[in-house]
T-cell receptor
Framework: AQTVTQSQPEMSVQEAETVTLSCTYD???????LFWYKQPPSRQMILVIRQEAYKQQNATENRFSVNFQKAAKSFSLKISDSQLGDAAMYFC???????????????FGTGTLLAVQP | DGGITQSPKYLFRKEGQNVTLSCEQN?????MYWYRQDPGQGLRLIYYSQIVNDFQKGDIAEGYSVSREKKESFPLTVTSAQKNPTAFYLC?????????????FGQGTRLTVV
């Protein structure tokens, strides 16, 4: 079974600085998707960034980028120029790319609570 | 606007009662999911459905039931058999396959047993 591990329950960063959130996963599949979701105090889950496993190039979305290391099964999120609005719980998630498979469900890590200090 | 709607936002249940949480989506997604969120435990999958009239148990299905009679709707019933139902519940939907496979989430329902 696939698992997702986030080993940092809490992180803190100064405004305008850079922070990296860690995520590792375990799978025997070769094709899958990885996601980072943000959950602010409103508790609305917001997609931050997505990575397809078959793509070697790391995904980027404005100030957010990932370091995807397929062999190491690592998927870290880097937030550059941190802003107060980035303060939230961040979840790493895995989803199989097998069509119609029973494993199409999203599998989440336990989350990392990010605080941004002014 | 396309999206996924959960209702109610807050729900109070007396012990021994069944309650149903609503989840509706107009994104034309085939797959729908129910997650439970407790502090320090992330999101745990209760039930999911890949297609109408079919659903599968997730990791913590005991004490819960679902139905998927329409593509747009995936209600979750919390039964009296669920021993610790107080939690935050999130519904999500997604395409079953293809590039756009990220899940879209509702705003959640906070269930409290009184």
């Amino acid at each position: 079974a696939q698992t997702v591990t986030q080993s940092q329950p809490e992180m803190s960063v100064q405004e305008a600085e850079t922070v990296t959130l860690s995520c590792t996963y375990d799978t025997s599949e070769s094709d899958y998707y990885l996601f980072w979701y943000k959950q602010p105090p409103s508790r609305q889950m917001i997609l931050v960034i997505r990575q397809e496993a078959y793509k070697q190039q790391n995904a980027t979305e404005n100030r957010f980028s990932v370091n995807f290391q397929k062999a190491a099964k690592s998927f870290s999120l880097k937030i550059s120029d941190s802003q107060l609005g980035d303060a939230a719980m961040y979840f790493c998630a895995y989803r199989s790319a097998i069509p119609s498979g029973a494993t199409n469900k999203l599998i989440f890590g336990t989350g990392t609570l990010l605080a941004v200090q002014p | 606007d396309g999206g996924i709607t959960q209702s109610p936002k807050y729900l109070f249940r007396k012990e021994g009662q069944n309650v149903t949480l609503s989840c509706e989506q107009n994104l034309n997604h085939d797959a729908m999911y129910w997650y439970r969120q407790d502090p320090g435990q992330g999101l745990r999958l209760i039930y999911y459905s890949q297609i109408v009239n079919d659903f599968q148990k997730g990791d913590i299905a005991e004490g819960y039931s679902v139905s998927r009679e329409k593509k747009e709707s995936f209600p979750l019933t919390v039964t009296s058999a669920q021993k610790n139902p107080t939690a935050f519940y999130l519904c999500a939907s997604s395409n079953r396959q293809g590039v756009n496979t990220e899940a879209f989430f509702g705003q959640g329902t906070r269930l409290t047993v009184v």
